[in-house]
C-alpha cells in the first residue's frame, strides 16, 4: 500500500466500513447528520456593511475605532450626483428630489445629533463649476446590516427620481450604495453558483462513465455534502468571527464541489480497477479505498492545512475564507471516504452499466494512451522536459508588468449604478469628493492639522466633520480618484503631514486610506503564508513518500505552474478581456489553490508509481505504469476542478473572475502539462535517486 504508515492504516480502517451489513449503517448515520445540518444550522450572522476589513494594529482601523466614540460615529452618507442632459441644473427640483429621498429613508437615518445637529433638509445642494452637475448627501445609519442597506439605498433611488423633471438624472453613489451593489452581486448566488456547479459537474461525470445513473451517486453524495458545509459555515459565523459573505460562501461550495468530485473519481477508478480482480464488490471496494485512501487523505490533509494556515493572515477575509474551506475540505472528505464507499456498494457492478467490470477482464489503461504519452515522455525525456520547462518560462513572461491594487469603480465585471454615480461625480468635482479621508486627531491640535493637511498638494478641501469630547474629526477631499495610485500617495504625504503635528496624535482613514493598508497588510501575509503553504506541503510529501528529492521536485513543478498561470492569465487580462488590476488578495489565494490543489494530481501519480516500486519496478517503469493507470481519472479531475473554479464568473464580480481564470488555467496546466510530461520526465532523469533517502522497496 502507497505512503507513509499513517495514511494506510487509515485506508484499511476506512475499508471496515463498506461491509455487508455495516455499509447500511454509514448511509443511514450519514442521512440523519445531513438532515440534522439541515433543520439546525440556523441562518449565517448578518454582517454590517461598515465590518471591519482590516487588522486592528492598521491605522485606517485604528481611525474607524476611534470614530466609533464620536456623536458622528452612527453616520456614513449616500451621495445622489443629479446631472442636466443640458444646460444648468434645476436646484428647485433638485431640493424636492433631496426632501422625497430623505423623507423615503427616514426609518434607516441617523439622530439630528449624530448627522451634525441641524435638519438633513437643511444642507444646500452643492453644484459644480459648469452647472451641469449637482451633489446631495443624504445620511444614513452606518450600522446597518446589509439587508436594511439594501432596502434604504433602494428606497432612496426610487424616490429621488420620481418626479424629475426631463432632462435631469439622479444617480445615488457613496459608501451604502456601493455596499448594496455588491450585495446585488450576491443575490440568489447560492443557487445560481449551486446550480451552475452541479451542471458542470453532472456533465462531466457523465461524460467521464458514460453511464446513464453512475454518475447521480457521486453527484448526490458531492453536493449533499457541499450543503452540509453550507450550512455548519452558517452555524460557525454565528459563533465565531469567520464571515459567511457571498465570497466566502461562493468561493467555500467551488473547494468542496472541486475537491469531492475528485475524490469521487479517484475512488471510483480504483474500485473499477479492483472490481476486474475480485468477484466480492465489498472486498473490491476494501481494496480500493486501501490503495486510494492513503493518497486521498494526503492531499486533502494538505488543502485543509493550507488553508488553515490562512489563520496567520491579518487580512480578516482571508481568515475567514481559510477556516471556511478548511471546514468544507474536512466535510468533502468526509463524505467521499464514507459515505461515498457504502452507497457505492449498494447497488453492485451494475451501476457502471452498460461498461460494467468483470473479473478477469484486463484494464484498457494498461495500453491506452497514457501509457503512449509516458513512453513518448521517458524515452526522451532530456527534450521532452526542457520543451515543456520552456513553455512554462513562456508562459510565465506573460506576467511582466503584472499590477495589484483595483478600485472601487473596477471591481465589477458589469458597471453597477454606485460606479457610475462615482464616475459623474470625478467628472464634475475633486475625484475624492464621494470618499474623502477621515483624519481624527486631538481637538486641541484642529487649528494646527488643519492647516498642515491643507497644505498637502492633492488636497482641495479640508473642513470639520464632526468632534466629541477631546477628539476633532476633520474631513479631507483628495483630487485623485479613489483607488488609484495617486490617491495611495496622497493619503500617505496626508499621513505624514498631520503625524509631524505636536500633540496632536492626529491618525487618517476613510476609504483610500483602508485601501493602501489593505495592500500592506496583504504584501505582509504573503510574505508570511507563502513560504509557511510550502512548507506544509512538503511535509505533507515527506511523511505520505519518505522521499526528499520527490518532496522538492513536486514542490517546485506546482510553484513553476503558478507563476507560469499568473503570467499567462495576466496577459489575457490585459490583452484579452480587458480586466482591471488584480485585487490585493487574489495572488495569495491563487497561489493557496494552485499549491494546495495542484499538488494533488502529483500525489495521486506519485503514490501509484510508489506502490509500483514497491514491487520491483525501475524508476521509470514505475512512472509510466502509474502514468498510464492514473493519467485518465486524473485528467477528468483536473478538468473537472478547473470547470468547477471557472464557474465562478457566472458572479460579475472581478475578483471572483480572476480567481476562476487563474486557478483553472493554473489546474489544466498541472493536468495536461506538468503532472503528464514534466514530473515523469524528471522522474525518468533521475531514476532510483528520485526515491532517496528511502526506496520504496526497502520495507
Not at 463498506?18 to 448578518?46: C, N, T, Y
Not at 494498461?366 to 504519452?373: D, L, M, S, Y
Not at 493598508?517 to 512548507?535: C, K, N, Q, S
Not at 473572475?657 to 496546466?669: C, D, K, P, S, T
Request: hydrophobic fraction near 55%; proline fraction near 5%.
Amino acid at each position: 500500500m502507497a505512503g507513509g504508515h499513517g495514511f494506510s492504516g487509515a485506508g484499511r480502517a476506512l475499508g471496515r466500513l463498506v461491509g455487508p451489513r455495516v455499509k447500511w449503517l454509514v448511509v443511514v448515520v450519514a442521512v440523519l447528520v445531513s438532515a440534522a445540518a439541515f433543520a439546525f444550522a440556523g441562518e449565517p450572522k448578518a454582517v454590517s456593511t461598515t465590518a471591519a476589513s482590516l487588522p486592528a494594529s492598521a491605522e485606517a482601523a485604528q481611525v474607524t475605532a476611534l470614530r466609533e466614540k464620536l456623536p458622528s460615529s452612527g453616520v456614513t452618507p449616500a451621495i445622489v450626483v443629479y446631472r442636466a442632459a443640458s444646460g444648468a441644473v434645476d436646484t428647485q427640483a433638485v431640493e424636492a428630489s433631496r426632501d422625497r429621498g430623505i423623507a423615503a429613508v427616514k426609518q434607516w437615518a441617523p439622530s439630528a445629533a449624530a448627522a451634525g445637529g441641524a435638519p438633513t433638509t437643511a444642507i444646500p445642494p452643492q453644484v459644480s463649476q459648469d452647472k451641469s452637475t449637482a451633489l446631495v448627501i443624504v445620511p444614513l445609519k452606518a450600522d446597518l446590516p446589509d439587508g436594511a442597506n439594501s432596502e434604504a439605498v433602494t428606497a432612496l433611488r426610487a424616490a429621488v427620481r420620481d418626479g424629475l423633471p426631463q432632462g435631469l438624472t439622479a444617480t445615488v453613489t457613496g459608501g451604502p450604495a456601493f455596499g448594496a451593489d455588491i450585495g446585488a452581486v450576491f443575490d440568489g448566488a447560492d443557487i445560481k453558483l449551486l446550480g451552475a456547479t452541479a451542471g458542470v459537474v453532472a456533465i462531466l461525470l457523465l461524460i467521464t462513465y458514460r453511464s446513464p445513473w453512475l454518475w447521480l451517486v457521486p453527484l448526490t453524495v458531492v453536493g449533499t455534502g457541499d450543503q452540509v458545509a453550507s450550512k455548519a459555515l452558517a452555524a460557525l459565523s454565528r459563533f465565531t468571527e469567520v464571515s459567511a459573505d457571498g465570497a466566502v460562501t461562493g468561493i467555500t461550495s467551488v473547494l468542496v464541489f472541486g475537491a469531492g468530485t475528485n475524490y469521487a473519481l479517484l475512488i471510483i477508478a480504483r474500485y473499477r480497477e479492483e472490481l476486474r480482480r475480485t468477484e466480492d464488490r465489498h472486498e473490491a471496494m476494501r481494496d480500493a479505498l486501501g490503495s486510494a485512501a492513503p493518497a486521498i487523505l494526503a492531499s486533502g490533509g494538505t488543502v485543509v492545512l493550507a488553508l488553515l494556515s490562512l489563520g496567520f493572515a491579518d487580512d480578516p477575509f482571508a481568515q475567514s475564507l481559510g477556516y471556511a474551506g478548511a471546514m468544507g475540505i474536512a466535510i468533502a472528505l468526509a463524505y467521499a471516504l464514507l459515505v461515498l464507499p457504502a452507497a457505492m456498494v449498494l447497488f453492485g457492478r451494475r451501476l457502471f452499466w452498460p461498461f460494467v467490470p468483470r473479473v478477469g477482464t484486463s484494464d484498457p489503461s494498461h495500453a491506452g494512451v497514457w501509457r503512449r504519452v509516458g513512453d513518448v515522455v521517458t524515452g526522451r525525456p532530456v527534450v521532452v522536459g526542457l520543451a515543456a520547462v520552456a513553455v512554462l518560462v513562456t508562459l510565465a513572461l506573460g506576467g511582466l508588468g503584472l499590477s495589484v491594487g483595483q478600485s472601487p469603480n473596477e471591481q465589477f465585471l458589469e458597471k453597477p449604478e454606485a460606479v457610475v454615480g462615482q464616475e459623474q461625480l470625478a467628472a464634475a468635482f475633486p475625484a475624492g469628493t464621494s470618499e474623502p479621508a477621515t483624519i481624527i486627531a486631538k481637538a486641541s491640535a484642529a487649528e494646527a492639522v488643519t492647516t498642515a493637511a491643507q497644505g498637502v498638494e492633492g488636497v482641495q478641501e479640508v473642513r470639520k466633520a464632526g468632534g466629541g469630547g477631546d477628539l476633532v474629526e476633520l474631513s479631507a477631499v483628495l483630487a485623485a480618484a479613489p483607488g488609484t495610485t495617486q490617491a495611495f500617495d496622497q493619503v500617505r504625504a496626508l499621513r505624514t503631514a498631520v503625524h509631524d503635528v505636536p500633540g496632536a496624535n492626529a491618525l487618517v482613514g476613510g476609504s483610500d486610506a483602508e485601501a493602501l493598508d489593505a495592500r500592506t497588510t496583504t504584501e505582509r501575509d504573503r510574505l508570511v503564508l507563502f513560504p509557511l503553504i510550502l512548507g506544509i506541503v512538503v511535509l505533507v510529501l515527506l511523511l505520505l513518500l519518505r522521499s526528499v528529492v520527490a518532496a522538492v521536485v513536486l514542490v517546485t513543478t506546482v510553484v513553476a505552474t503558478y507563476v507560469a498561470s499568473m503570467g499567462a492569465s495576466w496577459f489575457a487580462f490585459q490583452h484579452l478581456l480587458d480586466y482591471p488590476p488584480l485585487d490585493v488578495s487574489t495572488p495569495l489565494l491563487a497561489f493557496l489553490f494552485l499549491v494546495a490543489l495542484g499538488v494533488d494530481y502529483n500525489i495521486f501519480l506519485t503514490t501509484r508509481a510508489r506502490e509500483e516500486a514497491a514491487g520491483g519496478a525501475h524508476a521509470r517503469e514505475a512512472i509510466v505504469s502509474a502514468l498510464a493507470v492514473t493519467g485518465g481519472v486524473i485528467t477528468s479531475a483536473g478538468i473537472l476542478l478547473a470547470a468547477v473554479f471557472a464557474v465562478l464568473g457566472v458572479l460579475p464580480l472581478v475578483q471572483l473572475a480572476q480567481i476562476g481564470v487563474i486557478v483553472g488555467f493554473g489546474v489544466l496546466l498541472d493536468t495536461l502539462l506538468v503532472r503528464s510530461v514534466l514530473v515523469p520526465a524528471v522522474v525518468s532523469l533521475l531514476g532510483e535517486r528520485f526515491w532517496w533517502p528511502s526506496h520504496p522497496a526497502d520495507r
